[in-house]
């Protein structure tokens, strides 16, 4: 009887050590904001925004007032990504020579376009893969109509949070 049980014992133990025992899966990183209006340094009532509605290569994206249009509705999540207005095939595109002050545009979505590369950080900066570049408001102008471009990405620069 004991050398049956001790036999069982040795069979079932690999395996009862090979299971989790009260341990919980690590979480899901988030993925906000993800999806919708992303908005300047938390400001709600601005929104990033693809000038006059018009989707096609090379139309500017500004900042103006949160209206619901598609032209504010853009897909990404945090980490390696691309910023995409929602329905369409057209992303945030930062041009072949991304750098300071040059500005925002929209243009065809390409998969692996170091120019449509972005990583939304942490401290919830959109930052372009690899440049040291950010989305940037430029001057910190929320008037309607102010473009929006890339900077060296910098702490304390609230120009670079968008929500």
């Keep these: 009887m004991f050398a049956t049980s001790f036999v069982a014992f040795l069979f079932a133990l690999p395996i009862a050590l090979a299971m989790p025992q009260g341990t919980t899966p690590p979480p899901t990183p988030p993925t906000c904001p993800g999806q919708g209006q992303i908005h300047p340094n938390g400001v709600y009532n601005k929104c990033l925004d693809v000038q006059g509605a018009l989707f096609q290569n090379g139309t500017p994206v500004q900042v103006y007032d949160c209206n619901g249009s598609p032209a504010q509705t853009w897909d990404y999540i945090r980490g390696s990504t691309k910023v995409q207005l929602r329905g369409t095939n057209y992303c945030l595109d930062a041009g072949s020579s991304p750098g300071n002050g040059v500005h925002m545009k929209i243009w065809t ?6 120019a449509q590369q972005w990583y939304y950080t942490d401290d919830s900066r959109i930052a ?3 440049q040291g570049q950010c989305l940037d408001l430029s001057g910190g102008n929320l008037s309607n109509g102010n473009y929006v471009q890339t900077w060296q990405c910098g ?4 120009n670079q949070i968008w929500v």
């Design 128 to 130: 372009l893969q690899g």
């Design 109 to 114: 979505c390409y998969g692996g376009l170091s």
């Design 155 to 158: 702490g304390g620069n609230t």
